[in-house]
């Protein structure tokens, strides 16, 4: 698999509409008094030190692979950061009061498979929260994937990461007989964007980007035009601004 970085700086850009589900997702964990909090993709980390904030007692560990992300993530005096990959952290021994994945598991290959390691990492008593974003056969990214699968582009982009994602009673199905009491749903947002090129803005700063770094000069600035020109058909400016419905799965489980 090809390897990319981020640019946090364009992922905030979008700060709101990505924060929220991460806020929604917290308003379901139960977990009154944590000890020990694990925020594994933590991204810039400006969501990990929420984590902080509502738990006082808590010490939190933010985990990304993009070193990058750590490098932008704020000082707290009971957060630290480090770059690592969660599944070496989820191979470890130590155990977490809660398990925070906002964002992040679309991006590891078969990650339904390794959620029972994640599991195991949570306490008796613990919480394991994670959401996903599950809206990949939507225009946002099947066109994405149409014009890579394209000439001159498919011989470039055939290794690059492209996430997936699983549907609700998939993690429950996981989940429920490693002992856990689970709450699993999903919630269609519908984020107002601004600007004729609003969604490539999106798309580019999460999603779309191991494409684009996947393709020489030259061939990136085409792809990026024609990009630019199939998201503005499907999704129009209007009145309203432009309109991106988003689909993002959540699952929120107690260790008995």
Not at 82 to 89: I, K, M, P, Q, T
Not at 141 to 153: C, I, N, T, V
Request: glycine fraction near 8%; charged fraction near 25%; proline fraction near 7%.
């Amino acid at each position: 698999m090809k390897m990319h970085t981020w640019d946090p700086r364009h992922y905030l850009g979008y700060a709101d509409e990505r924060g929220r589900p991460f806020f929604d997702l917290l308003a379901r964990v139960g977990c009154e008094a944590p000890e020990r909090i694990a925020d594994l993709g933590c991204g810039p980390g400006n969501l990990t030190v929420a984590l902080a904030e509502r738990w006082p007692r808590a010490e939190v560990l933010g985990v990304d692979s993009s070193a990058e992300m750590i490098a932008a993530a704020p000082s707290h005096p009971r957060v630290r950061f480090e770059v690592g990959d969660l599944r070496a952290w989820a191979a470890a021994s130590d155990s977490v009061d809660l398990l925070v994945s906002n964002a992040t598991l679309q991006w590891v290959p078969g990650h339904l498979a390794l959620l029972p390691e994640l599991a195991r990492r949570v306490r008796a008593g613990g919480w394991l929260a994670m959401q996903v974003p599950g809206n990949f056969s939507e225009p946002s990214h099947a066109l994405r994937s149409e014009l890579a699968a394209e000439a001159p582009y498919a011989e470039h982009v055939r290794e690059v990461a492209v996430p997936s994602a699983h549907d609700p009673v998939d993690y429950l199905r996981v989940l429920a007989p490693l002992g856990f009491e689970v709450d699993a749903w999903e919630t269609t947002y519908l984020h107002v964007l601004r600007g004729r090129d609003a969604v490539f803005d999106w798309v580019t700063g999460t999603g779309a980007r191991p494409t684009l770094q996947a393709l020489p000069e030259g061939l990136r600035e085409q792809f990026a035009a024609e990009f630019r020109v199939r998201l503005a058909q499907a999704y129009p400016e209007t009145d309203l601004g432009v309109l991106l419905p988003f689909r993002r799965v959540f699952v929120v489980a107690r260790r008995g």
